[in-house]
C-alpha cells in the first residue's frame, strides 16, 4: 500500500527549523527588553542601571516624565502650552525653591493631573506647586481625551510591568540609542528645567488669529454650573499635601476679544469656575488663585501675544512677578497686571 504523506510532514528537519526560528525571535526580544531595562528610554526611574540623566524628545508628553523625577528640583508649573513661557529659572531666582516647568503641549487637566501624581511621588519633600488654568479645568464633566497629542498613560502608571510591555517597539528603541547618545556625550540632553520659548516659532510682531479660547458651554441642568471635577480631582491631590506647601493658581491671560462679556452666561459660568479654583488653596499659608484673564490695556496690546492665547515674555514676566509674590505674601501679594 502507498502513503499519501509527503516527505515534508514527515522530516524532523522542519520542526528543527521553526523551533530554531522561534528560539532566535524569542533571544531577539529578551535581548531587545534587556537593552530596555538597562537603559530606561523614557528616563522614567522605573528601569534602568546606566545612570544617564535626561532625554533629547521633542513631545513633551514624552520628556515631562523626565523632568517631572528629577531630584535637582522641587518645585513644579504645570499647564498646557499656555503655561509655556512661564521660565521656572526666573521664579527659582526670585523664591529660592528650584522650579522645573511640566508643560505639556495640548494637555488636557486629566493629563496634567497625571504628571502632578508623577512629580510628587517622585518628591518627598516639595517646595512650591504653580497650576495654570486654562478654560480646560472649567468643564462640567470628566471629558475623555479625544484628538490631540496621544498621552503615554503607561508611562506615569505606578506599574513597571505596565511601563516595560511598551518598551519592545520601534519607538522605545530609537529613544534608547538616544539616551546612549547622550550617556556617551555624542548628542545633548533637552533643556533639564524645560523651559522652552516658542518666540523663536511666532517671532515678536507676528500675531495669528488662530487659537480662539475653548470656554465650556454652561452646564445643563443649571444645578450642575458650580460642579468641575478636574478641579474637584486637583483638591483632592492639594488636601494630602503638607500644610506649608505653598500653591499657586493662575489663570492665564487671552487677547482682550476674548474674554467673556460681563453678564453673560459663559462670564457668569466663568465666574463660577473661579471660585472654584480659589476654593482649592483658600487659607493654604503662601498660596493665592490669581486670574489674569481680564480685559485691560495690556491684554488689548496684540504686541503682547502670538495669537488668542499664547503670551509673550512682556505678560510672562508679569505673571512670574506676581507668582513669586503670592509665595511669599499668600492671598495678600500684590499683584501688578
Not at 76 to 104: D, K, W
Not at 115 to 141: K, Q, S, T
Not at 253 to 264: C, D, E, H, I, S
Request: net charge neutral; charged share 20%; with cysteine.
Amino acid at each position: 500500500m502507498s502513503s499519501s504523506t509527503s516527505s515534508s510532514d514527515t522530516d524532523p528537519g522542519w520542526g528543527r527549523s521553526l523551533l530554531a526560528c522561534a528560539g532566535t525571535l524569542i533571544g531577539a526580544a529578551l535581548l531587545v527588553l534587556a537593552l530596555m531595562v538597562v537603559v530606561d528610554p523614557y528616563d522614567s526611574g522605573k528601569l534602568g542601571l546606566l545612570g544617564i540623566d535626561g532625554v533629547d524628545n521633542r513631545l513633551t508628553q514624552i520628556t515631562a516624565a523626565s523632568r517631572a523625577r528629577n531630584p535637582d528640583f522641587n518645585a513644579a508649573i504645570l499647564g498646557n502650552s499656555t503655561a509655556q513661557m512661564i521660565e521656572p529659572a526666573e521664579l527659582s531666582r526670585a523664591t529660592g525653591a528650584r522650579f522645573v516647568q511640566l508643560y505639556m503641549t495640548g494637555a488636557t487637566p486629566r493629563q496634567q493631573l497625571a504628571v502632578l501624581d508623577f512629580f510628587l511621588r517622585n518628591h518627598r519633600a516639595v517646595g512650591a506647586l504653580v497650576i495654570v488654568a486654562d478654560p480646560g479645568w472649567c468643564e462640567h464633566a470628566r471629558l475623555k481625551d479625544e484628538g490631540g497629542v496621544p498621552f503615554p498613560d503607561w508611562l506615569y502608571d505606578r506599574s513597571v510591568v505596565t511601563y516595560a510591555v511598551r518598551l519592545i517597539s520601534w519607538q522605545a528603541i530609537e529613544q534608547a540609542f538616544q539616551r546612549i547618545s547622550i550617556g556617551l556625550g555624542r548628542r545633548q540632553r533637552m533643556n533639564p528645567d524645560g523651559f522652552v520659548s516658542y518666540e523663536d516659532i511666532w517671532p515678536p510682531g507676528q500675531f495669528k488669529d488662530i487659537g480662539w479660547p475653548r470656554d465650556p458651554a454652561p452646564a445643563l441642568p443649571a444645578e450642575m454650573r458650580g460642579t468641575f471635577p478636574e478641579i474637584a480631582a486637583l483638591e483632592d491631590i492639594v488636601r494630602t499635601l503638607p500644610p506649608d506647601v505653598p500653591v499657586v493658581i493662575v489663570v492665564p491671560p487671552t487677547f482682550a476679544a476674548t474674554v467673556p462679556k460681563p453678564g453673560t452666561e459663559t462670564a457668569l459660568d466663568r465666574n463660577l469656575c473661579d471660585v472654584a479654583l480659589k476654593k482649592v488653596v483658600a487659607g493654604r499659608p503662601r498660596s493665592n488663585f490669581i486670574s489674569y484673564r481680564v480685559d485691560n490695556e495690556l491684554t488689548r496690546d496684540r504686541a503682547n501675544f502670538a495669537d488668542f492665547i499664547h503670551y509673550r515674555p512682556t505678560l510672562a514676566r508679569k505673571i512670574e512677578q506676581g507668582i513669586a509674590a503670592s509665595l511669599r505674601d499668600g492671598s495678600s501679594a500684590k499683584i501688578d497686571f
